[in-house]
């Protein structure tokens, strides 16, 4: 239909010009261009938009995706005009997360980030703008935490990724001293100098294993949402696992319906409804992945002070304007725990809501600016 409505604007545009010239009063050749330059503007703006500018918003239909991204689900909510324009609008959201996961994966060996950890000691490297991005918001959060959250943890990371994958063979399989010890020297975020003016980054010691596992999805998650800004779609729920982020909300409704886990006044955990709008909400914790050995959960998330997966049984939920703040806050404030991570978040104005699993009943703490609820 949009493209009916366009040949009809260009025949129309022929028509215009042509009548002008038999109209009673003189137009004069400079009116009849800018006319001209105004109906070639509006004929682009119509193939730009693929005509839904000219449909009602209240008459957009919802539109949902998932696909496999990023090693997780990757979920698009959002209303658009017509079935083939969320096709497309999908379809450039995919293939951008598609472009990202090939900068940042430490699963994939040729990306940039596996290039980069391979790379010379004391070599610059120049790297591309996302990967520096990220780089930057991960080393000053580092500096912020003092190492609690650190994207050079990656051989730590990788050992406990590691067991949890054997043990699925062989229950009795166990880290060794050694084993946690040679891969804890490897770690260190000072190790990773950045260069703001030429965007290069040096690695000063060797065998570092960076993972961007804490703040990838983030970013990610936060340009799908730039492409549908950029598309003309500002009604969107974009999720990748455990980071959301949603743009306005559906028409008529206050927000985005999102489930959070909260405990009641006798400590049951229970799904709990809030509706969010132009915010990201990122979680973290080991409800999900982790490994238990004699008794002792160990969480996906280490820490990299020690190299030890996470014991300490908590569950963090960030709300911030940007995806990429609130996946990695939510993983740092994991590895500070309930006492640092809170005032972490005060200092910062965080909007965080801590749960704690570990001793006896379950607990929720809010951060003072949590308005989550
Ligand atoms: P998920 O991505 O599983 O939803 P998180 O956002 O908390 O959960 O990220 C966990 C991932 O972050 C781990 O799988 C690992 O790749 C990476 N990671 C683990 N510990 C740390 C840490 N202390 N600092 C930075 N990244 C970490
Ligand atoms: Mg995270």
Same mark, same amino acid.
């Given at each position: 239909?949009?493209?009916?409505?366009?040949?009809?604007?260009?025949?129309?545009?022929?028509?215009?010009?042509?009548?002008?010239?038999?109209?009673?009063?003189?137009?004069?050749? @400079?009116?009849?261009?800018?006319?001209?330059? =105004?109906?070639?503007?509006?004929?682009?703006?119509?193939?730009?938009?693929?005509?839904?500018?000219?449909?009602?918003?209240?008459?957009?239909?919802?539109?949902?995706?998932?696909?496999?991204?990023?090693?997780?689900?990757?979920?698009?909510?959002?209303?658009?005009?017509?079935?083939?324009?969320?096709?497309?609008?999908?379809?450039?959201?995919?293939?951008?997360?598609?472009?990202?996961?090939?900068? =940042?994966?430490?699963?994939?060996?040729?990306?940039?980030?596996?290039?980069?950890?391979?790379?010379?000691?004391?070599?610059?490297?120049?790297?591309?703008?996302?990967?520096?991005?990220?780089?930057?918001?991960?080393?000053?959060?580092?500096?912020?935490?003092?190492?609690?959250?650190?994207?050079?943890?990656?051989?730590?990371?990788?050992?406990?990724?590691?067991?949890?994958?054997?043990?699925?063979?062989?229950?009795?399989?166990?880290?060794? /001293?050694?084993?946690?010890?040679?891969?804890?020297?490897?770690?260190?975020?000072?190790?990773?100098?950045?260069?703001?003016?030429?965007?290069?980054?040096?690695?000063? #010691?060797?065998?570092?294993?960076?993972?961007?596992?804490?703040?990838?999805?983030?970013?990610?998650?936060?340009?799908?949402?730039?492409?549908?800004?950029?598309?003309?779609?500002?009604?969107?729920?974009?999720?990748?696992?455990?980071?959301?982020?949603?743009? @306005? #909300?559906?028409?008529?409704?206050?927000?985005?319906?999102?489930?959070? @886990?909260?405990?009641?006044?006798?400590?049951?955990?229970?799904?709990?409804?809030?509706?969010?709008?132009?915010?990201?909400?990122?979680?973290?914790?080991?409800?999900?992945?982790?490994?238990?050995?004699?008794?002792?959960?160990?969480?996906?998330?280490?820490?990299?002070?020690?190299?030890?997966?996470?014991?300490?049984?908590?569950?963090?939920?960030?709300?911030?304007?940007?995806?990429?703040?609130?996946?990695?806050?939510?993983?740092?404030?994991?590895?500070?725990?309930?006492?640092?991570?809170?005032?972490?978040?005060?200092?910062?104005?965080?909007?965080?809501?801590?749960? +704690? /699993?570990? +001793?006896?009943?379950?607990?929720?703490?809010?951060?003072?600016?949590?308005?989550?609820?």
């Amino acid at each position: 239909m949009g493209r009916f409505f366009l040949c009809e604007i260009i025949g129309e545009r022929v028509q215009v010009i042509r009548s002008f010239n038999r109209l009673p009063y003189r137009v004069s050749d @400079r009116t009849l261009r800018v006319v001209q330059v =105004f109906i070639f503007f509006l004929t682009l703006l119509v193939f730009s938009t693929g005509c839904h500018v000219f449909t009602p918003e209240s008459k957009w239909q919802r539109f949902e995706y998932v696909e496999s991204e990023m090693g997780v689900n990757f979920k698009l909510k959002f209303y658009a005009s017509s079935e083939a324009r969320a096709e497309r609008v999908a379809k450039s959201v995919y293939s951008r997360v598609e472009e990202l996961n090939y900068i =940042f994966s430490d699963y994939e060996p040729d990306s940039e980030l596996s290039r980069l950890s391979r790379a010379p000691v004391g070599v610059p490297v120049k790297v591309s703008g996302e990967l520096f991005e990220v780089l930057l918001i991960a080393h000053k959060l580092s500096q912020q935490t003092r190492g609690a959250f650190d994207v050079t943890a990656g051989a730590s990371v990788r050992l406990w990724r590691e067991l949890r994958r054997e043990r699925e063979k062989n229950p009795d399989k166990v880290l060794s /001293l050694d084993q946690l010890r040679s891969a804890q020297k490897r770690v260190g975020f000072n190790q990773l100098k950045l260069n703001n003016n030429n965007k290069t980054v040096t690695l000063t #010691a060797p065998d570092l294993q960076l993972d961007l596992g804490g703040i990838a999805k983030g970013y990610a998650v936060d340009e799908a949402m730039q492409i549908l800004k950029r598309k003309g779609i500002n009604r969107a729920f974009v999720a990748a696992s455990g980071d959301i982020l949603v743009s @306005r #909300a559906p028409l008529g409704r206050s927000g985005w319906k999102i489930e959070i @886990r909260d405990v009641d006044e006798f400590g049951n955990i229970y799904p709990r409804t809030i509706y969010l709008n132009n915010s990201a909400l990122s979680t973290s914790g080991d409800t999900e992945q982790f490994v238990e050995i004699n008794g002792t959960v160990f969480s996906h998330i280490v820490d990299p002070r020690n190299g030890i997966g996470l014991t300490n049984r908590i569950q963090v939920s960030v709300i911030s304007a940007s995806s990429t703040l609130s996946d990695c806050y939510a993983t740092a404030i994991c590895v500070l725990g309930k006492e640092e991570g809170l005032q972490f978040a005060e200092t910062r104005k965080l909007q965080v809501l801590i749960m +704690e /699993l570990a +001793e006896g009943v379950p607990r929720v703490t809010p951060s003072r600016y949590w308005k989550g609820w």
